[in-house]
């Protein structure tokens, strides 16, 4: 459901549920949010959980877990990014409660059945219908307060999941026009809040973009790009929706030769004339990330990430080579311009 002051839906739709002991999940930095739940739920609520963290690692999991079960939680209800709709998932899938999301970034993993967990040091990521959430309230009002460039690399990590939908081999008519819809109101939503700070429909462009893109992850196969993100952020640490931010680019960019009807829908729905370049370039005009470098990645590390994207196959519009990957990643971390003209 969308809308401002939705907060309050939390309360009716944990009752449809049949569920009345609430855990109720944060990030360390946002459990103000948890407080805010928590005073909408009253007696509903059993207990907070403020230790959601990037990549959902299994012994995070594992501590949350050992907290649902001590105080007998019936339900599991998320508030916050991406980071805290993963564990939240790992919870759902490993208990069968029900769970209840209220986002307030766009990452879109909201909506969809799959779920990435990092152990010793690699991310994987499965799918199952029980791991998609059965409530989802969008609440404009939550992310008034969510700071520009957290904005911004989250509706750009949103992005990415639309351009790779775009391109994916069991695509439909129905997923091309969401990824096409996603695309362009995101832009849209990012173009209009930086130009007005405190603009309400450009946070609700934002959500509902984040909606379609979340769909079209949760609908068909992803490629280089969320492979390579993965390995970025599980392996190396690297912060999630910035990776894929300064990423997007250069795997657009290197699956263009192979993917070129996709990238003319996308040049369109950015209003740029070339898709990678295009992008890159409003990025930068944004204030965002353009650098792995400037994420705390070496070069020094690029062959380890390479090894580890291919290792495992994976869908993609063109083949992926370990040099081409090499390459891919050299440029990357030197935030290497991406030429129109290629």
């Known amino acids: 459901m969308f809308g401002s002051g939705t907060l309050r839906r939390v309360a009716s739709e944990l009752e449809r549920l049949g569920a009345s002991r609430a855990l109720v999940l944060s990030t360390p930095g946002r459990a103000d949010l948890a407080d805010r739940v928590v005073a909408v ?44 709709t993963g564990l939240g998932k790992a919870l759902a899938v490993r208990t069968g409660l029900p769970h209840v999301v209220l986002p307030t970034t766009y990452s879109g993993s909201e909506v969809t059945s799959m779920l990435g967990e990092t152990t010793e040091g690699e991310k994987v990521t499965r799918r199952a219908p029980e791991i998609l959430p059965d409530v989802v309230i969008y609440d404009v009002d939550l992310t008034l307060t969510l700071p520009w460039p957290v904005t911004l690399t989250s509706g750009i990590n949103a992005m990415a999941h639309a351009v790779e939908a775009l391109y994916a081999d069991d695509r439909t ?113 944004w204030g965002g990330p353009t650098s792995l470098g400037d994420l705390g ?19 993609n519009p063109r083949e992926v080579r370990h040099d081409d990957l090499v390459a891919l990643l050299v440029s990357a971390t030197d935030g290497t311009r991406i030429g129109a003209n290629r």
Do not use: W
């Open 41 to 84: 739920l009253g007696e509903a609520v059993v207990g907070t959980f403020a230790g959601a963290v990037m990549h959902t690692p299994v012994e995070v999991t594992e501590e949350a877990l050992s907290r649902a079960r001590a105080v007998s939680a019936d339900s599991i209800v998320s508030v916050g990014g991406g980071s805290t």
């Open 173 to 285: 008519a129905r997923t091309e026009q969401q990824a096409t819809d996603a695309i362009t109101a995101i832009t849209s939503g990012l173009h209009d809040l930086h130009r007005d700070a405190d603009s309400t429909d450009a946070r609700s462009d934002l959500l509902y973009g984040a909606y379609l893109a979340g769909t079209c992850l949760g609908g068909v196969e992803m490629g280089l790009h969320h492979k390579l993100c993965h390995t970025l952020g599980g392996s190396f640490a690297l912060p999630h929706a910035p990776t894929h931010t300064v990423v997007l680019p250069y795997v657009m960019a290197f699956n263009q030769p192979a993917a070129d009807a996709a990238m003319a829908t996308t040049a369109k729905a950015l209003g740029v004339d070339d898709a990678p370049s295009g992008l890159q370039a409003l990025v930068a005009s």
């Open 297 to 315: 990645f070496r070069t020094s590390d690029v062959p380890r990430a390479a090894e580890l994207t291919t290792k495992r196959p994976f869908a």
